[in-house]
């Protein structure tokens, strides 16, 4: 079957220290993958989707990069956190972009202190 | 540049009563996804939909396609059914991005 899994659950970070969330999905080969961020108070946002290893396309500019360094998983990084990078991140995955169905990880609570 | 807009952002109801959530979204797309968010964060998806109706338990999705409309209705509704409820639609957000484009979510509260 199908499976996503992401980690970790929540996450409390000080400012200044590196991030690094782990996406690995199971079940599926060469899948479209997505980060997506949820601020304070607004919708998630897409923030970087990838077609293939090694492709990845930024949404918006921020303090945030991705990777793909295997065919099922997907990282989302960053060097040094700011507070506004604070947010409930979200993984996704769909089999291609004409796939109508996307599968959802549970997401990750980060707080930067 | 494809909006999703949802109504109410918040609702407030006794257990028992019939929830309507309405999502509204400006491009025309081929399908769309309800989420619901639990206080802790996480994310389960509850219907993916591209034409009429569907139905999960006491959930009940319907979505009309040439008015850019999907609702998600809630029967005898339970304070188990407090959480956030999100759509997205399956468009291109803007810029030739590929990926889905969400709502802000309506916060439902279900008063014992």
């Known amino acids: 079957s199908q499976t996503i899994h992401q980690w970790p659950a929540t996450l409390v970070q000080p400012v200044g220290s590196p991030l690094s969330l782990e996406c690995t999905v199971e079940?599926?080969?060469?899948?479209?993958l997505y980060w997506y961020r949820q601020a304070a108070g607004r919708g998630l946002q897409l923030l970087f989707y990838?077609?293939?290893?090694?492709?990845i396309s930024s949404e918006v500019p921020q303090n945030l990069s991705a990777s793909r360094p295997q065919d099922r998983q997907f990282i989302l990084s960053s060097k040094k956190l700011l507070l506004s990078d604070s947010g409930f991140y979200l993984c996704?995955?769909?089999?291609?972009?004409?796939?109508?169905?996307?599968?959802f990880g549970s997401g990750t609570r980060l707080t930067v202190v | 540049k494809n909006e999703v807009e949802q109504s109410p952002q918040n609702l407030t109801a006794q257990e028992g009563e019939f929830i309507t959530i309405n999502c509204s979204y400006s491009?025309?797309?081929?399908?769309l996804h309800w989420l619901q968010q639990h206080p802790g964060g996480g994310i389960v998806s509850l219907f993916m939909?591209?034409?009429g109706k569907k139905k999960h338990g006491r959930l009940i999705a319907t979505i009309n396609i040439q008015e850019k409309h999907s609702s998600l209705h809630i029967t005898a509704s339970h304070p188990r059914d407090s959480a956030v409820y999100i759509c997205?639609?399956?468009?291109?957000?803007?810029?030739?991005?590929?990926?889905?484009?969400f709502g802000k979510g309506t916060h439902l509260i279900i008063q014992p």
């Open positions: 996704a995955w769909r089999e291609d972009r004409y796939s109508y169905g996307y599968t």
């Open positions: 990838s077609v293939g290893i090694g492709q």
């Open positions: 491009v025309g797309i081929s399908a």
């Open positions: 997205a639609d399956i468009g291109r957000t803007g810029g030739g991005a590929d990926g889905l484009t």
């Open positions: 079940g599926t080969s060469n899948p479209n």
């Open positions: 939909l591209s034409s």
